[in-house]
């Protein structure tokens, strides 16, 4: 199974990414770097709980949790269990 960081680097890279030659790592922040803006994270988050079939609570789905693909896979994997 892919490991869930190189999923949601992924799906960044393609959704919201402009520039294809932009750098992206498990550590570039999204949502403090302006990636990832408020409406792109609940598209974010859908997608997680749709492709893990999880629900992520909204109070863990804060801007912090949401801003780095390795933030993001230890919320999907400490909700997945």
Do not use: Q
């Not at 992924?10 to 408020?38: A, C, F, Q, R, W």
Request: charged share 35%; no cysteine.
């Amino acid at each position: 199974m892919e490991d869930i960081k190189d999923i949601v680097l992924e799906y960044v890279k393609e959704e919201y990414l402009e520039d294809e030659d932009e750098e992206l790592t498990y550590e570039t922040p999204l949502i403090s770097g302006g990636i990832v803006d408020s409406f792109s994270m609940v598209s974010l988050k859908r997608f997680l709980e749709t492709k893990y079939s999880i629900s992520i609570p909204d109070e863990k789905a804060t801007p912090e949790a949401f801003d780095s693909v390795s933030k993001i896979a230890v919320l999907v994997r400490e909700i997945a269990g």
